[in-house]
């Protein structure tokens, strides 16, 4: 078994409902630990858009880095999520921000998520349920990449 962190969110309505589902689809093959409250959070990439729920997850999975991968994409389908364009509206979105200590970069694939020290509504919800988790490229816990970053992004 191997701890991943997931980040979740959602933007079209009912966003709640969306969340709900496919957390509910997750426990099949992710074992949840926690659970963050939700924050609602201003759209980043693209910002012409509704404001999302955000919300982080940890657990453990048998699953393999890519096995959890096509997981996700499957239930972010089966929920309702369509195909738009980049960083656009999203009934359902899940990112795979750690898997373990195991860093992957891939044209399909990258871990940690390569935008996780730019995103607010990633950072505060793992730190709220895993303050302690080192992140493994830059062999710092996530509490002092949360302080690190409050000086780096003025959205803190």
């Keep these: 078994m ?17 969340i709900e589902r496919a957390i509910e689809k997750l426990r099949v093959g992710v074992n949840i630990l926690k659970i963050s409250r939700i924050y609602q959070t201003k759209p980043w990439g693209y910002e012409e858009q509704n404001d999302f729920l955000n919300l982080s997850l940890v657990g453990y999975t048998n699953l393999l880095p890519f096995e959890l991968l096509t997981f996700i994409k499957d239930i972010e389908k089966s929920v309702g999520r369509k195909d738009r364009f980049k960083w656009g509206p999203r009934e359902i979105d899940i990112d795979i921000v750690y898997y373990s200590s195991i860093v992957i970069h891939t044209n399909t694939l990258r871990i940690p998520h390569p935008y996780r020290l730019d995103r607010r509504f990633v950072l505060i ?32």
């Excluded at 962190?5 to 709640?16: V, W």
């Excluded at 919800?125 to 302080?147: A, G, H």
């Design 125 to 156: 919800p793992t730190f709220e349920i895993e303050p302690n988790f080192i992140d493994p490229e830059y062999n710092i816990s996530i509490s002092k990449l949360v302080q690190k970053c409050i000086y780096r992004n003025s959205e803190f």
């Design 2 to 18: 191997k701890k991943v962190i997931l980040s979740l969110g959602s933007n079209i309505e009912p966003r709640n409902v969306f």
